[in-house]
């Protein structure tokens, strides 16, 4: 009686330190930001290509400063991972815990320089700016917005959006309408100009609102200071020719490219423009002055970025990218599957049989294909997919 009385005791304190022992693990578990269930979660690195921060996001989006983070997490709650959403600073830690347990609660939010644009759920006529620190700083209850494609940040503090009244305007980070919604829809701001629709043609609008250029173009146009592209013709997508102008409405030269495969603005002094038409093309590089310094030969290109762009041939039958100098001279052979730009920090992200990996701008590589998903060094920092246990190979 005596044994089976000491084996039962035994066994109770073993059940009861146990449990001791998981409530602990409960408790200091409880608040705390986990991967997702597959043990995956996104990372930020630094230029040495070391983890800067042990907090696993399920996703993120930055601003162009990189000092303020919208963040989706999962957090223990209750014992549970709960997917979260909120804010994170430049130290990747939470603003103010603030945080929503779902999409009903917070819908989406763009990222200004210095501002915010938040907006709780989709449709809505209330459209919220808030500062870094996540106070108020208007809220204009007169827009129209169904998607993230009804309102545009700009490099300016004006907005594009959407009115109630279903036509678009500019509003400042004060809430204020600075060009009243009466056009069919208005692209981005940039060096103080936007396109605007209005009748279905294109023109462009000052900051105040006046026409710089009477519409009279086809199809969405994105005014600079420089040259800009624009379709002088109603054709079909797949068909449409551009022409490339200033806000004077002065052509760069007397050609007509391709519009599917030409860039529309220029990116250090060139811009890559596409003859023929969509079936039957190829891509080069103009000059400012509107003569090619790079023969058309490839099948697409992209902008030039720390003095280098991504081209695209077909080789052996798959479609592969490269880098060039401006000279047209290979930096890589055509070995990329899919390709970023080069950042300030000196490195491109770049895909290979569905990993990717980052190279520098003499083409070797500064970290090999290893991540199933990246985002390119912004401010020193970029973003990395680890999968559960997965180390960075350097």
């Known amino acids: 009686m005596k044994k089976t009385t000491i084996i039962v005791i035994t066994i109770l304190i073993i059940a009861l330190a146990s449990l001791g022992m998981w409530a602990l693990w409960r408790f200091n578990r409880e608040g705390k930001i986990v991967p997702a269930e597959d043990g995956s979660a996104y990372y930020f690195i630094n230029t040495d290509g070391e983890l800067v921060s042990d907090i696993p996001f399920a996703s993120y989006c930055r601003g162009s400063d990189n000092n303020f983070l919208h963040v989706e997490f999962y957090q223990i ?69 169904s998607s993230i494609y009804d309102c545009y940040i700009s490099d300016a503090d004006i907005i594009s959006v959407r009115a109630s009244n279903g036509l678009w305007g500019a509003i400042n980070t004060e809430g204020e309408w600075i060009i009243e919604p009466k056009y069919k829809e208005l692209s981005r701001f940039q060096d103080g100009y936007v396109g605007a629709c209005e009748d279905e043609l294109w023109g462009v609008l000052d900051t105040n609102g006046n026409w710089v250029l009477e519409p009279q173009f086809y199809g969405y146009i994105s005014p600079n200071n420089s040259y800009f592209s624009v379709e002088i013709k109603d054709t079909p997508d797949a068909d449409r020719k ?91 052979d055509f070995e990329f599957d899919d390709v970023g730009d080069f950042s300030s920090e000196g490195y491109a992200a770049v895909e290979v049989d569905g990993k990717w990996g980052y190279i520098k701008t003499d083409g070797t590589w500064f970290l090999e294909p290893q991540f199933d998903d990246e985002s390119s060094f912004s401010c020193g920092y970029a973003t990395v997919k680890l999968e559960k246990g997965q180390k960075i190979k350097k």
């Open 242 to 332: 551009t022409i490339f102008i200033n806000v004077k409405g002065e052509r760069l030269n007397n050609e007509e490219y391709c519009g599917v495969y030409s860039g529309y603005r220029f990116s250090e002094g060139l811009m890559y423009v596409a003859t023929g038409d969509k079936e039957n093309h190829l891509v080069g590089y103009i000059d400012e002055s509107g003569e090619y310094v790079i023969e058309p030969k490839y099948f697409w290109a992209s902008d030039f970025h720390q003095g280098l762009a991504a081209v695209q041939k077909k080789i052996d039958g798959q479609y592969k990218w490269a880098y060039i100098d401006k000279n047209g001279k290979n930096i890589t």
């Open 77 to 145: 709650e209750n014992g549970k991972p709960q997917k979260k959403y909120g804010y994170a600073d430049n130290s990747f830690n939470l603003i103010k815990d603030m945080s929503w347990n779902t999409d009903e609660d917070h819908e989406w939010c763009k990222i200004g320089n210095g501002y915010v644009l938040e907006v709780d759920e989709l449709p809505t006529k209330t459209l919220k700016i808030l500062d870094y620190n996540l106070n108020t700083m208007a809220t204009v209850n007169d827009v129209e917005i």
